[in-house]
């Protein structure tokens, strides 16, 4: 589908706000993704073990705050500073993390890309599901770059998303195993349901190229978490 064609931001915004409760659980919030309690885990571990003296996280995306929770699991507590274009979603965020965290929490509802943030003062940084709703090449590396502006000294962004391939063969190859995997899940209706808003609302890039986009804007150290199908895990440390 050609871009200007794509959900707007305020056409994700709905379905966001319209989907809550899905999103409310560890387990099964994200049953469309492939090994998603897998790479929740994964990043948290790697989050946790990368990054000494957790004081501040910035969830880009939090959605309900599953990726900040799972870090408490591993550490707390921290403050934490939750985005997302979804009001019911920060409220429901704020809502569990405080249960499990004692640290100050302050949500930012919006674009990420147009909101002001300290920079490098967070010290772990997540994007979950959230950077596949990037357009274009300088979305990504205006993106890109204000994550790198954000990340502490020391410290570490983790991406868990939705990626497509280089090679053509292997695209259709990833996203025939997608298909085969949803179907699984919920069916054949289910199946044509999730491709449909993929379709409709995501812009996913290569895991390669977004890997050599956190080097180009001043990581010097990057990570290869997890992936399977058309997921991966992912990350990088900024130099102390």
Same mark, same amino acid.
């Given at each position: 589908?050609?871009?200007?064609?794509?959900?707007?931001?305020?056409?994700?915004?709905?379905?966001?706000?319209?989907?809550?409760?899905?999103?409310?659980?560890?387990?099964? *919030?994200?049953?469309? /993704?492939?090994?998603? %309690?897998?790479?929740?885990?994964? #990043?948290?571990? !790697? @989050? =946790?073990?990368?990054?000494?003296?957790?004081?501040?996280?910035?969830?880009?995306?939090?959605?309900?705050?599953?990726?900040?929770?799972?870090?408490?699991?591993?550490?707390?507590?921290?403050?934490?500073?939750?985005?997302?274009?979804?009001?019911?979603?920060?409220?429901?965020?704020?809502?569990?993390?405080?249960?499990?965290?004692?640290?100050?929490?302050?949500?930012?509802? *919006?674009?990420?890309? /147009?909101?002001?943030? %300290?920079?490098?003062?967070?010290? #772990?940084?997540? !994007? @979950? =599901?959230?950077?596949?709703?990037?357009?274009?090449?300088?979305?990504?590396?205006?993106?890109?770059?204000?994550?790198?502006?954000?990340?502490?000294?020391?410290?570490?962004?983790?991406?868990?998303?939705?990626?497509?391939?280089?090679?053509?063969?292997?695209?259709?190859?990833?996203?025939?195993?997608?298909?085969?995997?949803?179907?699984?899940?919920?069916?054949?209706?289910?199946?044509?349901?999730?491709?449909?808003?993929?379709?409709?609302?995501?812009?996913?890039?290569?895991?390669?190229?977004?890997?050599?986009?956190?080097?180009?804007?001043?990581?010097?150290?990057?990570?290869?978490?997890?992936?399977?199908?058309?997921?991966?895990?992912?990350?990088?440390?900024?130099?102390?």
């Amino acid at each position: 589908m050609p871009m200007e064609q794509k959900s707007s931001v305020e056409e994700i915004k709905a379905r966001f706000d319209n989907d809550v409760e899905r999103f409310s659980n560890l387990e099964t *919030g994200q049953a469309s /993704t492939v090994d998603s %309690p897998l790479a929740m885990e994964l #990043v948290s571990q !790697a @989050a =946790a073990k990368s990054s000494k003296n957790i004081q501040r996280v910035l969830d880009i995306g939090c959605g309900a705050g599953n990726s900040t929770i799972k870090l408490t699991q591993q550490i707390s507590p921290f403050d934490c500073d939750l985005v997302d274009l979804s009001l019911p979603m920060l409220e429901k965020a704020r809502e569990r993390i405080s249960a499990v965290n004692r640290g100050t929490i302050q949500t930012f509802q *919006g674009d990420f890309r /147009t909101i002001e943030l %300290p920079e490098q003062r967070y010290d #772990v940084i997540f !994007a @979950a =599901a959230v950077l596949h709703h990037l357009r274009n090449t300088q979305d990504w590396e205006i993106t890109f770059r204000k994550i790198y502006l954000l990340t502490a000294p020391g410290g570490s962004v983790w991406i868990t998303d939705l990626v497509s391939h280089e090679i053509k063969a292997v695209k259709s190859l990833m996203w025939e195993r997608y298909g085969e995997y949803l179907n699984s899940v919920g069916g054949k209706k289910y199946k044509e349901k999730v491709f449909d808003y993929i379709e409709k609302e995501d812009s996913p890039m290569p895991v390669t190229y977004q890997l050599d986009l956190l080097r180009q804007v001043g990581f010097k150290q990057v990570e290869l978490l997890h992936k399977n199908s058309c997921f991966a895990a992912f990350g990088a440390v900024k130099s102390s």
